[in-house]
């Protein structure tokens, strides 16, 4: 086995604690508990229902039923995206000549990550937001739609850091609540760019305590953007297995946004002095 395939299989396995037992039922007398810190994830636990704020804000279910969608282009005659999608299928993915947008795929640069962001299945995002605060809770709405029914109902919630004074550089607190319970991770502040670690760690809690067999995994990237397939755990180590995925890291996602703004500047500030030179 690749020793990649071998770091993200251990990363999603780690991830495969105990669940939490589940909150007491309406009525019983609860007793207060402090929030229990889970080995492994940073992610804590406690019994807590969502502020009134936050379910007051979350978008109300549709009054009529949704729309029949229009119907979706048919698979491409194309023997790389017949090769990539029955290589999917065969990892476990499912059936995915119908669940995928083939008006979304571009053949000439159509990889295994493209496919399934077609599908639904994979979230493409940028690392840095140029925001502040940056919307982790955002995020990780994205990350639970990809997930379908196992994460339906979750809210999210961002705590950020104040914008002045000693506060600046603080961290960010994620929550999620769902089942009575609340979820927390602590996300490290790094400016305009997602912590996008913690995301994952609080957004693979969550499907574990359910009892989803999905996770979350980030792909390879070369660049700022990141990728995070959401699929059942042995689905994903398939298709690393059969080399059709590639685990990432979040900081060389980061890292090369960097050093592309640093390359930029470096280039900005060589054309300023050539025009500043006497002639």
């Not at 019983?28 to 229990?36: D, I, L, R, S």
């Not at 913690?198 to 067999?213: H, I, K, P, Q």
Request: hydrophobic letters at 45%.
């Amino acid at each position: 086995m690749r020793p990649w395939i071998l770091f993200a299989a251990l990363a999603l396995t780690a991830c495969d604690r105990p669940p939490e037992p589940a909150a007491p039922a309406s009525g019983e007398a609860a007793k207060p508990a402090k929030p229990k810190r889970l080995p492994g994830d940073g992610v804590r636990v406690r019994a807590m229902a969502p502020p009134a704020e936050l379910a007051q804000a979350q978008p109300a279910a549709p009054s009529t039923p949704p729309a029949q969608p229009a119907p979706r282009a048919p698979q491409p005659d194309s023997p790389k995206l017949e090769k990539l999608r029955a290589g999917l299928e065969q990892a476990g993915f499912g059936d995915l000549r119908e669940k995928i947008d083939w008006s979304e795929v571009e053949e000439e640069y159509a990889d295994a990550a493209a496919l399934l962001q077609a599908a639904g299945l994979c979230v493409w995002f940028d690392v840095e937001t140029g925001m502040f605060p940056n919307e982790h809770d955002g995020l990780l709405r994205q990350l639970a739609a990809a997930a379908g029914d196992d994460l339906a109902g979750v809210l999210f919630q961002e705590i950020p850091p104040t914008e002045d004074g000693d506060q600046a550089e603080a961290p960010y607190q994620l929550h999620a609540y769902a089942d009575g319970k609340r979820w927390s991770v602590t996300a490290r502040n790094y400016g305009d760019w997602y912590d996008v670690d913690a995301v994952l760690r609080l957004g693979n809690a969550l499907l574990r305590d359910r009892g989803s067999a999905k996770r979350m995994l980030l792909l390879f990237s070369e660049d700022q953007t990141a990728q995070v397939v959401v699929a059942p755990q042995a689905v994903l180590g398939a298709a690393l297995e059969q080399g059709l995925l590639q685990a990432g890291d979040e900081a060389a996602a980061r890292e090369a946004g960097k050093a592309f703004e640093q390359e930029v500047l470096e280039k900005l500030k060589a054309e300023r002095g050539a025009e500043r030179a006497p002639r």
